[in-house]
């Protein structure tokens, strides 16, 4: 049976860089041959989309474009109408903000509606700043899990933490979380206040970029390590050995 029985475009999930790298660096040549085919996107901020579009396709006119937006303001009902190019034979691109669509984004609900509508999804290659961290951080990448969010509430923040470095060290297991960058050097004093001083910590930030940084250690060891970590994106990662 074919997997797209009524001529349906395609669905293509898009990474974005994750800052201004020069997009030969991170994106292979046939990316770009797919955005210049696409007229029809999805995406979380059109100013933002454009100007990487543009970046990947100077010459591409930008008034051919029609833009859908999908964020928090984003109405629930309007949503389904998203694919509807698609179901008229045309190909949508969705576009993150950054990274990879449908990984910590909200593009996943698209890509769940394609597939019950039978579109056919097609993932393309990019960086994932979890998985760039987590390759470089030395830890599990057998078994990890990410986190997202931890509470803003302190206690509740210090209850997550110590819960989670539990789960680590009984499954062997790294685990991810990100931060609000303006938040990232206080999230960092709180893993090193609350986690035990050997189990390990990895920061990484800005990653793809020319300021990129990366670090493993132990909570004891960072309490020694200066870093600027404010407003920069970062993931982090912890892991409690055995």
């Not at 691109?93 to 990274?99: F, I």
């Not at 996943?108 to 951080?137: D, F, T």
């Not at 210090?158 to 303006?182: D, G």
Request: proline content about 7%; hydrophobic content about 35%; some cysteine.
């Amino acid at each position: 049976m074919s997997s797209n029985p009524h001529n349906y475009g395609k669905l293509y999930l898009i990474p974005v860089g994750l800052g201004d790298s020069h997009p030969e660096k991170v994106f292979p040549p046939i990316n770009s041959r797919i955005i210049e085919e696409i007229e029809d996107f999805i995406v979380e901020n059109e100013k933002s989309a454009r100007k990487f579009i543009k970046q990947i396709l100077p010459d591409k006119s930008q008034q051919s474009l029609r833009l859908k937006s999908l964020n928090k303001f984003t109405e629930a009902s309007e949503i389904p109408t998203f694919l509807n190019a698609a179901k008229e034979g045309n190909n949508i691109g969705l576009l993150s903000e950054a990274g990879c669509p449908g990984v910590a984004d909200p593009g996943a609900e698209i890509v769940k509606l394609a597939h019950r509508y039978n579109i056919q999804v097609v993932p393309l290659i990019g960086p994932s700043s979890i998985l760039l961290a987590m390759m470089a951080s030395g830890m599990n990448g057998q078994s990890f899990t990410f986190n997202g969010y931890l509470p803003i509430d302190k206690k509740e923040r210090k209850h997550e933490i110590k819960q989670l470095e539990r789960v680590s060290l009984e499954k062997n297991q790294a685990q991810i979380f990100i931060e609000t960058p303006y938040r990232n050097i206080k999230f960092l004093e709180d893993l090193i206040q609350n986690l035990y001083p050997t189990t390990r910590i990895c920061v990484a930030c800005d990653l793809t970029l020319p300021t990129e940084f990366i670090k493993t250690a132990t909570a004891s060891e960072w309490k020694n390590i200066k870093t600027d970590l404010h407003k920069r994106p970062a993931i982090f990662i912890i892991q409690k050995d055995l």
